[in-house]
């Protein structure tokens, strides 16, 4: 069981890394973000904040308080969503991982986000 409550502090930790990574690669990230309806001051920390967090988490360190961080960042993140998917215009595109994904925002994105936190809480259990 502790090597199942690892892999799932792994995988939503590196998740995390891995979108912090590539929204600082992005030319675009700022502006995704901004028309996201993210002010840029907001939006400026958020790539060093994921890899932090998706580091801490991943190897376990500051327990519980890097999960309970965790899941308070993507719940927000996913209210960005969800506001944005609400417009009377098409939504813009996610950002989430940077350039990589250039999909409008959806429902996709909010059931991966429920499936990282499920994942963050697990880890948090060990």
């Known amino acids: 069981m502790d090597v199942l409550i690892a892999l799932a502090g792994v995988l939503a930790g590196g998740t995390l890394i891995v979108a912090g990574v590539l929204k600082l690669s992005s030319p675009n990230w700022l502006a995704d973000a901004s028309a996201l309806g993210v002010g840029r001051r ?3 920390p958020v790539p060093f904040v994921e890899i932090t967090l998706g580091a801490l988490v ?3 360190l500051a ?3 890097s999960q309970i961080a965790m899941v308070t960042l993507i719940l927000g993140f ?3 969503i969800l506001r944005a998917m ?4 098409a939504p813009p595109v996610c950002a ?7 999909r409008p925002v959806g429902v996709g994105h ?3 986000n429920a499936l990282l936190i ?4 697990a880890a948090a259990t060990g």
Do not use: I
């Open 42 to 44: 907001l939006a400026q």
């Open 58 to 60: 991943a190897v376990g």
């Open 63 to 65: 327990n519980p308080w």
């Open 78 to 80: 996913s209210l960005v």
């Open 86 to 89: 609400g417009r009377d215009e």
């Open 96 to 102: 989430c991982f940077g350039s990589f994904d250039r």
């Open 110 to 112: 909010l059931a991966r």
């Open 118 to 121: 499920a994942l963050t809480v």
